[in-house]
């Protein structure tokens, strides 16, 4: 049962315009998600969070929606630069818990 | 100074074949966890220690068996390898097992079992 779904395998957007990657989940007991970024090689890195008391948080170039109606989240990137280039992984879970739940990631490219 | 960091980064083995990944986080953190990322990419959790207390076991086959000698290691030890268990494993830590605090992972080990 997979209760994170990113359902946009890939995104490529030009250097300087909005990167916008989407997120969906099932589980109404989630409270609390997160964004994880991974260049090749490398282990996942936090990005920036979001708790379900919010419908947004911002960080820089970085900026996350949350929608608890439409089980919908979104993590904006302006403006993209190349070095964003990489996987993205959204990732869900309860404030009570420990366990993330991830999605399958989307791999973003940044074309000069 | 690597946060997290895993042993060995590539593995290569045969069937059947015992291995070990070594896992060691200097953030002084007190909970730590394996991944495994399939083929399909989906990162998924396999265990959790609090102090070197387990409090998640997945439902992984009991060839697989973590061990934490202190709070600072978690090691995973795989016995009678087998093909399916190809994957790259991802060791992590967190300053404490609520799922508020940001996990940081190593940078995997990638297992081929031919």
Same mark, same amino acid.
């Given at each position: 049962?997979?209760?994170?779904?990113?359902?946009?395998?890939?995104?490529?957007?030009?250097?300087?315009?909005?990167?916008?990657?989407?997120? !969906?989940?099932?589980?109404?007991?989630?409270?609390?998600?997160?964004?994880? @970024? @991974?260049?090749?090689?490398?282990?996942?890195?936090?990005?920036?969070?979001?708790?379900?008391? @919010?419908? @947004?948080?911002?960080?820089?170039?970085?900026?996350?929606?949350?929608?608890?109606?439409?089980?919908?989240?979104?993590?904006?990137?302006?403006?993209?630069?190349?070095?964003?280039?990489?996987?993205?992984?959204?990732?869900?879970?309860?404030?009570?818990?420990?366990?993330?739940?991830?999605?399958?990631?989307?791999?973003?490219?940044?074309?000069? | 100074?690597?946060?997290?960091?895993?042993?060995?980064?590539?593995?290569?083995?045969?069937?059947?074949? !015992?291995?070990?990944?070594?896992? %060691?986080?200097?953030?002084?953190?007190?909970?730590?966890?394996?991944?495994?990322? !399939?083929?399909?990419?989906?990162?998924?959790?396999?265990?959790?220690?609090?102090?070197?207390?387990?409090?998640?076991?997945?439902?992984?086959?009991?060839?697989?068996?973590?061990?934490?000698? !202190?709070?600072?290691?978690?090691?995973?030890?795989?016995?009678?390898? %087998?093909?399916?268990?190809?994957?790259?494993?991802?060791?992590?830590?967190?300053?404490?097992?609520?799922?508020?605090?940001?996990?940081?992972?190593?940078?995997?080990?990638?297992?081929?079992?031919?």
């Amino acid at each position: 049962d997979q209760q994170v779904k990113q359902n946009s395998p890939s995104l490529s957007v030009q250097e300087g315009r909005i990167s916008i990657l989407n997120c !969906d989940y099932t589980n109404s007991m989630f409270d609390y998600f997160l964004w994880y @970024k @991974k260049y090749p090689a490398e282990g996942p890195t936090f990005l920036i969070s979001i708790s379900s008391i @919010k419908d @947004k948080n911002e960080d820089g170039r970085f900026t996350v929606f949350l929608n608890k109606s439409a089980k919908h989240l979104s993590l904006h990137i302006v403006p993209s630069q190349p070095g964003d280039s990489a996987v993205y992984f959204c990732a869900a879970s309860q404030t009570s818990g420990s366990r993330l739940t991830f999605g399958e990631g989307t791999q973003l490219t940044v074309n000069p | 100074d690597t946060a997290v960091s895993q042993t060995p980064k590539y593995l290569v083995t045969q069937m059947g074949n !015992d291995k070990s990944i070594k896992c %060691e986080q200097n953030l002084g953190h007190d909970t730590m966890y394996w991944y495994k990322q !399939d083929s399909k990419k989906f990162l998924k959790i396999m265990f959790s220690y609090n102090n070197k207390e387990l409090i998640i076991n997945e439902t992984v086959p009991n060839r697989f068996s973590p061990k934490s000698p !202190d709070k600072a290691h978690l090691n995973l030890h795989i016995n009678s390898l %087998e093909l399916g268990d190809s994957a790259v494993y991802f060791c992590a830590s967190s300053q404490n097992q609520l799922a508020k605090n940001i996990q940081y992972f190593g940078a995997g080990t990638r297992l081929s079992v031919l």
